[in-house]
């Protein structure tokens, strides 16, 4: 699968080494239906990952946007 390509090599790009279960990840993987892993996949992408930061943020500060006036 070319995701679970694409998170072994985010898992290999990151900055600090952390100890993971390789075999409870790789059963929490095989558990996940197509919709989960494709949100795994957008929360792994750093752009959306800082989207997603960036919207929250502005949510807070009372900046949104009401989804009737786009």
Excluded: C, H
């Amino acid at each position: 699968m070319k995701v679970v390509k694409e998170v072994r090599n985010k898992l290999k790009e990151m900055d600090r080494v952390e100890l993971i279960n390789l075999e409870r990840l790789a059963y929490i993987l095989k558990g996940l239906n197509a919709a989960e892993f494709e949100t795994l996949e957008i929360l792994i992408d750093e752009d959306s990952s800082e989207t997603i930061s960036q919207s929250l943020k502005e949510l807070k500060a009372g900046q949104r946007i009401p989804i009737d006036e786009w």
